[in-house]
């Protein structure tokens, strides 16, 4: 069983950056993919960023892409997300998931955690 737990989440401006954190334990964590997804209040959770059990391979969602990057130090056991340009469209409660395969697809994924707050004020 693996357990995960977010970390970095905060009130933010427009324009700021962040790093959440997600550090795993009780798996074996470098052969595990990891992704983010994110839920807005009154939506569905949405795929943000998963990255490969090596980190050569990251996906991203549109509407992060080329403000956002997903890494991982297997030795720490964690995943990491920087998000740039933070904008109010990105507050949502941010979720750090653990599977077998990188996907973009919640069901995709085995492991989750409890979630970290994002707001970004305008």
């Known amino acids: 069983q693996v357990q995960l737990v977010e970390s970095g989440g905060g009130l933010v401006q427009t324009g700021d950056s962040l790093r959440l954190s997600c550090a795993a334990s009780?798996?074996?964590?470098?052969?595990?993919?990891l992704g983010w997804f994110r839920q807005a209040p009154g939506k569905e959770r949405e795929f943000v960023a998963a990255i490969n059990w090596s980190g050569s391979g990251a996906f991203y969602a549109n509407s992060v892409k080329g403000r956002s990057t997903i890494s991982r130090d297997n030795a720490e056991n964690t995943v990491y997300l920087q998000m740039n340009s933070l904008e109010p469209g990105d507050t949502a409660v941010y979720y750090c998931?653990?599977?077998?395969?990188?996907?973009?697809?919640?069901?995709?994924?085995?492991?989750w955690g409890q979630g970290t707050q994002v707001t970004v004020s305008s």
């Open positions: 998931a653990a599977g077998a395969r990188i996907g973009t697809m919640a069901n995709e994924y085995d492991y």
């Open positions: 009780g798996g074996s964590f470098s052969r595990l993919s």
